[in-house]
């Protein structure tokens, strides 16, 4: 039976609600493109087209049934900003996420709007910088949110923060929370001034929205320790905590590390995990450039996460929706065939949620 269209979300407590008080298991996939297309001139989203992925694409996105779809976006594309093609950025390149946004929540699933690639200055976006700049992240934020004031939509303020690349020091997660703080840009190789959590939060809530906010940790979202001694502030109470993990993380794998990390937070907050990767035969060293569908093995770490997951009523984001030659593609083809380990299982336990 075909879903009627995604709700508006709430956060009350620990849970993900809707405007009737349900509750919601946010549980899906990421569908990547439009935080690089853009810069590199081939298009809006990396499709057949370079367009949003079309009603038929989506409603197959829907058929795996997936209640979330995370959209990780370009700061730079958004904005209009000249260090990016002119013809895949500003408004078009805006419209062209309202459509995604619009077909996603027609069919049901609650998007999940990313800032995946910034630059500060005139620098061009094409890598993850540690921090979000003064300069360009809390305008983004003010425009998303006025471009998306009502829909079934949540924020995820930055991909995977990792200022001064520590995992938990004090003054990495005060950079975090407050911003200000001096880090070096990958994409420039200069310094900028940083902008912290609260103050992206506030670039939002200063337009009136409610919509709820997701807050990664820190060292490339990977460190949650101590996210709830520095939680930002945010006046709605209507943040929730984000964390990404895959086999070849250096900080937090494997069931202990989930005790030790998460199940303290997951009574005080909702906890999403952002990205989710598959069980690799591979480690972190070269991972992004080689990563064969021969490296992808079933069971291990991806079940055992995504087990603690659904025990922990915590939602989650598979990474990713897109029909690449690699170990990271849970589809074969735009239709959505699965592949032959990481979208299968991925595919079954959205079905059985």
């Keep these: 039976m075909e879903r009627g269209p995604a709700k508006p979300v709430h956060i009350d407590g620990n849970r993900f ?9 946010l549980r899906g996939f990421n569908h990547s493109g439009a935080e690089y297309s853009c810069v590199e001139g081939d298009g809006f989203f990396d499709t057949e087209d370079g367009r949003a992925p079309s009603e038929k694409v989506v409603a197959a996105m ?10 990780p976006l370009n700061e730079q594309c958004w904005l209009g900003l000249p260090s990016v093609p002119r013809e895949f950025s500003g408004a078009a390149y805006r419209d062209q996420i309202r459509t995604f946004v619009d077909r996603l929540n027609r069919h049901g699933m609650v998007a999940v709007l990313d800032l995946h690639r910034s630059a500060p200055g005139d620098g061009v976006p094409r890598e993850q910088e540690p921090m979000p700049d003064r300069e360009h992240s809390p305008a983004f934020w003010q425009s998303v949110a006025q471009d998306f004031p009502a829909q079934a939509v949540i924020f995820d303020l930055f991909n995977e923060p990792f200022p001064y690349a520590e995992t938990n020091s004090d003054r990495a997660w005060s950079c975090w929370r407050d911003g200000g703080c001096t880090q070096t840009s990958v994409n420039t190789g200069e310094p900028y001034v940083a902008a912290g959590m609260t103050e992206l939060i506030a670039a939002v809530r200063r337009t009136g929205s409610r919509v709820p906010l ?30 990404h993990t895959y086999s070849f993380n250096e900080y937090c794998t494997g069931q202990d590390c989930f005790r030790r990390e998460l199940d303290q937070l997951t009574d005080r907050v909702p906890v999403f995990a952002g990205e989710v990767g598959p069980t690799l035969t591979v480690g972190a060293d070269g991972v992004d450039a080689d990563c064969p569908r021969s490296a992808v093995r079933k069971g291990g770490f991806a079940d055992s996460t995504l087990d603690w997951l659904d025990d922990h009523a915590a939602g989650y984001a598979a990474w990713s929706w897109n029909p690449w030659p690699d170990c990271w593609s849970l589809v074969e083809d735009w239709g959505g065939e699965p592949t032959s380990r990481w979208g299968v299982g991925v595919r079954r336990r959205l079905a059985a949620s």
């Design 62 to 71: 829907g058929e795996w049934h997936a209640s979330v779809v995370r959209v």
């Design 214 to 243: 997701l807050a990664g940790g820190i060292h490339w979202a990977e460190s949650l320790t101590q996210w709830a001694k520095y939680r930002p502030v945010d006046p709605e109470n209507q943040l929730a905590a984000s964390w």
């Design 17 to 25: 609600i809707d405007v009737d008080g349900q509750e919601l298991k």
